[in-house]
């Protein structure tokens, strides 16, 4: 069997269909995902997939391995990760979505998760090795059923914000042809909202931009048809709609932190005091606004595994990512781009003012985005930037992930390594787009030396 170690990352699997994963590769990892799953009391996973050509085969394929190791299959069909999450959160049952979320067409994957959606990380390497080997068959061999569940995922994110009292609302969605296209018109079905599609039908070659909407390039669509609607929000999707983005009603991009520090203040104010979760890349403002409202704000490295155990281990209402990943303890602290727009629907429908002018309110300080660069010894570069900045004065250094470094006027900027490939990955956050600009330039002047 072919060294998986390429395609079985530290969250999640990923991989090129036909070259690093095909359907006896799926089958060997169904199986070793039941074996790591196959507790007492677990008797099947449930399974999704998005809307890939490739999908459908390494769904049954994947199906096929979890059936052999004797448990059964629910097989949910086309879904987003977050309804997959809905589905092993309100079955109690590990989960498994076919997906490679945001990468290009070739590419194809696997999210997977425990019962009650929660996330995998260590066990991963034990997936990885038992695929490897492969696995003998059980004695009896599980079933494999069909179940549909999106009515059931629309009802429960509804129950979870109050709609109830929203101004009619005209609504821009770009699924950039990726799952938001099947379940965002579930969800807003009953809703003063009047949608515009656009680019929801379903198609896994993604033809007109990359279901990426971390890209500034994949919003620009979006962007002008909000314009030429006279639209009041835009919203956008990634390939598997976990990730929900947000444009304003002049077709300007609204960042994600802001929407974080929305979020928070309206969980706040159901819960007061509770703890909010942000990772180190979120902009300042989310702390803060945390602490102003009466919340607990905690820090944490990113990535969903590392944001889940601490919600698990604070009992966090709510935590929220730079990427757009926002994670809700009534959602099994699970990630949902769906439920985090649902809020800010909510909230701009509560209201007469336009959304620019409410996120005016959440919105602090200047961001640069994530950049990332390609190096040869990433430790390297790491050294030589904090060997640069420890010869200024007032600097601190916190390596929680990677290095970030905080200067005197308190702007600062995270530095880590990508967990998969020789990159740096940078962020920065200053007073203004000028002065992130100069700190910006000054450490990738660093970095790519």
Not at 69 to 97: N, W
Not at 250 to 271: D, F, M, W
Request: include cysteine; aromatic fraction near 6%.
């Amino acid at each position: 069997m072919r060294d998986l170690s390429e395609i079985v990352k530290a969250y999640d699997i990923r991989g090129v269909v036909g070259d690093q994963l095909d359907g006896e590769v799926a089958r060997r990892l169904g199986a070793a995902f039941a074996r790591v799953v196959a507790e007492p009391g677990v008797d099947g996973v449930v399974l999704g997939r998005d809307m890939r050509d490739s999908s459908v085969q390494l769904a049954a394929a994947f199906a096929a391995g979890v059936t052999e190791q004797g448990l059964d299959v629910i097989d949910i069909g086309l879904a987003s990760t977050d309804l997959l999450y809905f589905a092993a959160g309100s079955l109690a049952k590990p989960g498994a979505m076919v997906t490679a979320s945001h990468n290009p067409a070739r590419y194809n994957g696997f999210k997977l998760c425990r019962a009650g959606a929660v996330p995998l990380a260590e066990e991963l390497r034990q997936i990885r090795a038992d695929a490897e080997t492969g696995l003998p068959p059980a004695a009896h061999t599980g079933t494999v059923t069909e179940r549909e569940l999106l009515a059931d995922y629309a009802a429960h994110l509804r129950s979870l914000v109050d709609v109830s009292g929203i101004r009619p609302l005209a609504v821009v969605v770009d699924a950039g042809n990726g799952m938001g296209g099947h379940t965002v018109p579930e969800v807003l079905t009953g809703l003063p909202v009047t949608l515009v599609e656009l680019y929801c039908e379903l198609d896994g070659s993604f033809p007109n931009h990359e279901a990426n909407p971390l890209d500034p390039a994949n919003l620009l669509d979006l962007c002008a048809r909000v314009s030429v609607e006279r639209a009041d929000i835009g919203l956008a999707f990634d390939g598997d709609a976990d990730r929900c983005f947000v444009v304003d009603e002049r077709g300007a991009p609204v960042s994600p932190s802001a929407i974080t520090a929305l979020v928070a203040a309206r969980e706040l104010a159901k819960e007061p005091g509770a703890t909010i979760i942000h990772n180190l890349i979120t902009s300042r403002a989310v702390p803060e606004i945390v602490t102003e409202r009466g919340g607990r704000p905690a820090r944490t490295r990113v990535g969903h595994s590392f944001i889940k155990k601490v919600m698990a281990e604070t009992g966090a209402i709510f935590g929220g990512e730079h990427s757009a990943h926002y994670y809700f303890r009534d959602f099994w602290r699970a990630d949902s781009g769906m439920l985090a727009a649902l809020h800010v629907l909510a909230a701009l429908g509560e209201q007469d003012r336009p959304l620019s002018e409410l996120m005016a309110d959440y919105g602090r300080y200047a961001m640069s985005g994530e950049i990332n660069s390609s190096v040869a010894d990433p430790a390297a570069r790491l050294a030589a930037v904090r060997r640069y900045y420890a010869e200024a004065d007032g600097v601190r250094f916190d390596e929680l992930d990677g290095l970030t470094v905080t200067l005197a006027d308190s702007s600062w900027f995270n530095l880590r390594p990508s967990n998969t490939e020789p990159l740096l990955r940078l962020n920065v956050e200053a007073a203004d787009d000028e002065a992130v600009v100069a700190l910006r330039d000054e450490v990738l002047a660093l970095v790519r030396a």
